[in-house]
C-alpha cells in the first residue's frame, strides 16, 4: 500500500555531522514510516473485535500491536534502504533519512533486520506461531515481491504490492482465533482492492516525480481519463467486498449500514475524479488528493465499524 511519509528535521545532507542525537532519533522513526503503520495497526485491532465478538484480552492486543509494530516498521526501513536512490530525486521522499545521509544504509539494514526478528519473537511467544508466521510473509512480499520485483517493472506494481497491507488484518483474526477463515480473508481483500485508487491519486499527484526515476506508475504511463476509470472500478469492487462480510460472520446491524454510507461517498469522490479527468490533465483540477484523503478516512472509518459493530 502507499501514503506521505513522515518527514525529519531540515539538516544538511553534505554534512551529518551536524545532526543533533534528537535528529539522529527521528530519522531512525522516520525509516519505519510512521504514518503506514498507524493505517496497517488499525486494520489489525478492530478484526481482533469481530474475532472475539467482543472485547479481546488486553495483554494480546498489546503483543499484536507491537509485533505488528515492529513488522510494518522493518519492511518499510527496508524499502527505504532499496529505493534510496529514487528516493533522493523524489519531492516527495528525498527529505527522508537515507537520501539526507542522516543514516547510513547499513545501520538501517542492521535496524531493519532487528525489528523484523523482534517481530517474530514478540508474535510467536506472546501471540502465537501463525500470526508470526503471517508477518515474515507479509515482510517479505512486501520487500522482494513489492519493492525489489514489481516497482520499477510494471504498472501493477501496486496492485499486487496491495496484498502486504492485508496481511495485519489476517494476524489480527488469527491472534484471537489461532486460525483462518472467511472473514479475515474478505478484510485483506478490501485492502487489496483499495490500495490501487488510493495510491493512484497519491501518484496523480507526483506523476512527475515517479516519471523522472522511471517507476512505472499508471499515471506515468496512462492519461488521467484511464487512471480515473480503474479507479472509478477498484472502487466499486472494494466497497462490494465490504459488504460480503456481513453475511461472512453475521454482523449485526451498524457494520453493513455504516459500509454503505462509507462505500457510497467513497465511490462518489472516485466518480468525480473521473469527471475531471475526462477534461482536464491540469493537477489543480483533477485535485487527486481530494480522493486521496478521502480513501485514508474510508478505510479507517470502515475498520472502526468493525471493531464497534460486535459491541451493539
Not at 32 to 44: A, F, S, Y
Not at 56 to 70: E, H, K, N, S, Y
Not at 212 to 241: C, E, F, H
Not at 253 to 264: M, Q, T
Amino acid at each position: 500500500m502507499t501514503y506521505v511519509g513522515q518527514q525529519v528535521p531540515d539538516v544538511e545532507a553534505s554534512d551529518p555531522t551536524r545532526a543533533t542525537f534528537k535528529d539522529v532519533v527521528a530519522a531512525y522513526v522516520g525509516l519505519t514510516k510512521p504514518r503506514v503503520m498507524e493505517l496497517l495497526l488499525l486494520t489489525t485491532v478492530p478484526v481482533m473485535f469481530i474475532a472475539e465478538k467482543g472485547i479481546p484480552d488486553l495483554g494480546l492486543v498489546i503483543a499484536t500491536v507491537l509485533g505488528g509494530m515492529c513488522s510494518a516498521g522493518s519492511a518499510s526501513v527496508f524499502n527505504c534502504v532499496y529505493d534510496r536512490d529514487i528516493d533522493e530525486q523524489m519531492r516527495r521522499t528525498r527529505r527522508r533519512a537515507l537520501p539526507r545521509h542522516i543514516v547510513t544504509p547499513t545501520a538501517a539494514l542492521v535496524f531493519g533486520g532487528v525489528l523484523a526478528v523482534l517481530s517474530t519473537v514478540i508474535l510467536a511467544v506472546w501471540v502465537n506461531w501463525l500470526s508470526a508466521a503471517l508477518a515474515v510473509t507479509a515482510n517479505a512480499f512486501y520487500v522482494f515481491v513489492y519493492t525489489m520485483l514489481l516497482k520499477r517493472r510494471t504498472t501493477q506494481n501496486i496492485v499486487w504490492g496491495g496484498l502486504a497491507g492485508g496481511f495485519p488484518a489476517m494476524i489480527g483474526w488469527t491472534a484471537v482465533t489461532g486460525s483462518l477463515d472467511w472473514a479475515p480473508f474478505i478484510l485483506l481483500m478490501v485492502v487489496f482492492f483499495w490500495t490501487p485508487p488510493h495510491t493512484w491519486a497519491l501518484a496523480l499527484r507526483y506523476r512527475e516525480d515517479y516519471a523522472n526515476v522511471d517507476v512505472p506508475m499508471l499515471p506515468v504511463v496512462k492519461p488521467a481519463r484511464s487512471v480515473g476509470r480503474q479507479i472509478v472500478v477498484y472502487t466499486w469492487v472494494t466497497v462490494a467486498t465490504s459488504l460480503l462480510l456481513w453475511p461472512a460472520v453475521d454482523t449485526g446491524w451498524f457494520y453493513p449500514a455504516v459500509a454503505v454510507i462509507l462505500g457510497a461517498v467513497f465511490i462518489v469522490q472516485a466518480h468525480r475524479l473521473y469527471a475531471r479527468a475526462k477534461t482536464s490533465e491540469d493537477l489543480s483540477v483533477l485535485q487527486p488528493m481530494q480522493l486521496f484523503h478521502s480513501s485514508n478516512l474510508y478505510l479507517a472509518l470502515l475498520f472502526v465499524a468493525v471493531a464497534l459493530d460486535p459491541l451493539f
